[in-house]
């Protein structure tokens, strides 16, 4: 049945239409299982309701007509209990509902199974027939098989707004969750820029232009020819086998009549050269994937890759050169920080970027300019999302599209309440960090970007809590060396004169990558990155410690953290190599020039489980500990926060994650070791006032939060917060904490502080 399930799900998820789509679904599993009636049910949210959209074997009067309730039905039962439901006789089931105009009193026999995707169900797959009986356990896999399978196809049709256009729900915004990448609201048009060519993006759309349209794929194809034959002619140099033998069959499928023809047909009934190509080449694809010969499969990836191609020419020939407009939410595959920095002064308001996490450069950058982002996430087409007006939240990672009135007038309103507050908070922006009782804090910047020194400097920090040292590795195309690095060190240090300016060592690895030193891991959060790559190469370990002791040389407000460490060996080996480097400067130096030369502090990131463990022994080896509560979050949970499927469980206020907190600094008090935090926790005025509660007394933060975090702390008292501690450790899950804490800021006359992502 392996054939029959990927031909169904395969036709099913290249299709251009919904309602044909789910017509033929039917009709294929009605086949398949040899029974009587098939029929799909599509859940209406807003409604609260399935409606019938296909069958075969109920009354095609009633698609699109008939709704069965939530809590209606043996369709509603089975998504209420979320599992198969097989009954030899519906009609004698207490939950079975007469409804004369579907025609249905004729079955007996149901077999229903819930099209479920990330938790949520989409619709209900059922089969039926007239006489009673239980369907076999076959036939019931056959189908649950099938619905797991179509959920993901169903889920991005969804997305792209078609069930909702089913429903009549035009109305309602669409809304898909992302991973944060910098904090705030925009509202306006998206312009979709630089998508990548690849078909299964492409939404079929008809023109009036045939003629034109025409002309532009006879010149991709034309141009998709040529470079063929140039690539098989350099590669023909290199290598003299036969595996070259492809470009000539796609050479043969360009010249080929009954392609050409086929596409160019689907022209003149109206599509565009993009949608025609995709009907065709889809076409080809369902057919070779269908096949049960493994070879002749494969080559439904030649066929994608030629239309691929040609999709790429038909696009640079289309001359997408588009208008912006003056206010715009950039999307794109993936945001570079290029990208971000050249259409950064032309009217961006936020970005949203299907690629990245929200450590990477790009999120970094967005949250340097304060402009609101999403990185990641399971949006849909790309192309759908282009001139479509939307709401984007980076506070709770959401993005709405096609909002309607009440929810913009929403949004503005908060957007109002944030210039407000932008005000109120600049004011205290050089006062001491300080709670109304007495209690003072030391806030701190996270920084790393070249251009961002003066701006941190200016908004009344106490220092820079974490410099990213990776930041300028990555923009190179190989490693920096000493005397760059010694310039680039020295800077920060200088700008931070008098102040303490704490540099991690290289971490890269994980989510963070040189394009010149590449690393392929199967799990790169769990494998090769942070402390571990720079041991293993001393020489790079080296040079970088090097860079930073001359830097710090006659300053003195250096201190130097390790990333990712989880054994107690690893900060032995790297004291004793920054020791090797103090000596090695040391010995070069002069008498007289050595009492300036001065040994800065190592502290190490506990952000990996295991080190929270051995707390005292570290503190036997290093002078300070700096929480990385980013990757402590995500190793504690076992969570990938790049993972828009998980990334919903990714959070700060899981009690399980507080309560680790709570532990370390506890531990750090008891051993006199100086504590701070850096991570998005600190940046949220709910975080920042938990960790001061639980004797975190230096948070480093984006500058951008900095004087928002001051400004809570000054209006808050001491005691207070205490008592809501040890309240909030008590709570057993996520969303009571976020319940609890949003019921506190409002108590504390700081409910305007109370932003989507704490509601």
């Known amino acids: 049945m392996l054939p029959v399930l990927r031909r169904i799900v395969l036709e099913f998820s290249q299709t251009s239409e ?40 109920l009354a095609q009067e009633s698609f699109g007509r008939t709704s069965v309730g939530f809590t209606e039905g043996l369709v509603g039962l089975v998504g209420q209990r979320e599992e198969p439901i097989n009954i030899a006789n519906a009609q004698q089931h207490p939950d079975y509902i007469h409804a004369p105009e579907v025609e249905e009193d004729r079955f007996k026999a149901f077999l229903g199974t819930p099209i479920i995707h990330q938790r949520k169900v989409l619709g209900i797959l059922t089969v039926q027939q007239k006489h009673a009986r239980v369907f076999n356990e076959n036939e019931e896999a056959f189908l649950v098989t099938l619905s797991a399978q179509l959920a993901t196809a169903l889920a991005g049709i969804e997305a792209q707004g078609m069930i909702e256009l089913y429903h009549g729900n035009q109305s309602f915004a ?18 979709v ?41 350099k590669l023909r140099k290199i290598i003299s086998d036969s595996s070259l033998d492809i470009f000539d069959v796609y050479k043969q499928l360009l010249d080929s009549d009954n392609f050409k023809t086929e ?112 990185m990641g996430g399971d949006f849909l087409t790309i192309r759908q999302l282009h001139h479509k007006k939307a709401i984007l939240d980076g506070y709770g990672y959401q993005l709405y599209v096609t909002p309607g009135d ?64 990776e930041i300028p590795f990555m923009n190179r195309s190989c490693f920096p060396s000493e005397t760059e690095q010694t310039a680039l060190y020295r800077q920060v240090l200088m700008s931070f004169a008098g102040k303490p300016v704490t540099m991690r060592t290289l971490d890269v690895g994980g989510d963070k990558s040189l394009p010149y030193f590449p690393i392929i891991e199967a799990n790169p959060f769990l494998g090769w990155r942070g402390i571990r790559i720079t041991l293993d190469h001393p020489e790079i370990f080296l040079v970088q410690i090097r860079a930073m002791l001359r830097a710090n040389f006659g300053l003195g407000n250096l201190a130097i953290m390790l990333p990712m460490i989880s054994s107690i060996t690893e900060v032995d080996e790297a004291i004793r190599l920054i020791n090797q480097a103090y ?57 990938d926060r790049n993972n828009s499927r998980v990334a919903s469980l990714y959070d700060f206020y899981h009690p399980a994650v507080l309560r680790a907190l709570h532990y370390i600094a506890q531990k750090s008090q008891a051993q006199h070791m100086p504590l701070s ?31 928002k975090v001051k400004w809570v702390i000054r209006h808050v008292e001491y005691h207070k917060l205490k008592k809501m501690l040890t309240t909030v450790l ?15 800021l409002i108590k504390l006359g700081l409910g305007d502080f109370a932003h989507a992502k704490l509601q």
């Open 583 to 639: 000596y090695e400067i040391s010995s070069e130096l002069s008498h007289n020039e050595r009492d300036r030369l001065v040994k800065p502090k190592v502290g190490v990131m506990i952000e990996v489980p295991s080190v929270v463990f051995q707390l005292e022994d570290l503190a036997e080896k290093v002078d300070f500990f700096s929480v990385g509560s980013n990757d402590l979050t995500q190793y504690l949970l076992a969570v």
């Open 174 to 191: 669409k809304h898909h969750k992302g991973i944060g990448g910098a904090p705030g609201i925009a509202i306006g048009e998206m312009i």
């Open 406 to 469: 009440a929810l913009i007038s929403e949004y503005r309103h908060i957007l109002a309440v944030e210039e407000e507050l932008q005000a109120q908070v600049k004011e205290v922006e050089h006062l001491p960090a300080e709670t109304k009782d007495g209690h003072g804090m030391s806030l701190l910047v996270n920084t790393g970007l070249s251009s961002g020194f003066e701006y941190s400097k200016s908004v009344g920090a106490d220092g820079v809590g974490l410099y990213r040292t």
């Open 677 to 707: 935090i850096c991570g998005e926790l600190a940046n949220e005025p709910t975080g920042a006032l938990l960790l001061m509660a639980m004797g975190y007394k230096n948070l480093s933060m984006s500058a951008h939060s900095l004087a």
């Open 263 to 374: 596409v160019m047909t689907k022209i003149k009934q109206g599509w565009n050269a993009e949608s025609a190509l995709k009907l065709i080449v889809d076409g080809y694809v369902v057919k070779f994937e269908a096949l049960d010969d493994e070879y002749l499969r494969e080559r439904a990836y030649d066929i994608k890759d030629l239309g691929n191609r040609l999709l790429n020419n038909i696009q640079n020939l289309a001359g997408r050169d588009q208008k912006l407009p003056e206010q715009f939410i950039l999307v794109a595959e993936d945001v570079s920080a290029t990208m971000l920095a050249e259409y950064q002064h032309l009217g961006l308001l936020g970005i949203v970027s299907l690629s990245g996490s929200n450590n990477s450069h790009t999120a970094i950058l967005a949250k340097a300019l304060n402009i609101p982002a999403i």
């Open 193 to 233: 820029v630089h998508p990548k060519a690849d078909l299964s993006t492409i939404a079929v759309n008809k023109v009036n232009d045939a003629e034109q349209q025409l002309i532009i794929f006879d010149n991709a194809v034309r141009r998709t020819f040529a470079e063929f034959s140039e690539m098989s002619e």
């Open 18 to 57: 919904l309602d044909q789509a789910l017509l033929r679904l039917v009709s294929q599993v009605k086949e398949a299982l040899a029974t009587q009636c098939c029929s799909v049910y599509l859940a209406d949210h807003n409604k609260q309701h399935f409606l019938l959209m296909a069958s075969n074997g």
């Open 730 to 744: 008590s709570l057993k899950d996520t969303a009571n904490v976020h319940s609890y804490m949003h019921e506190q």
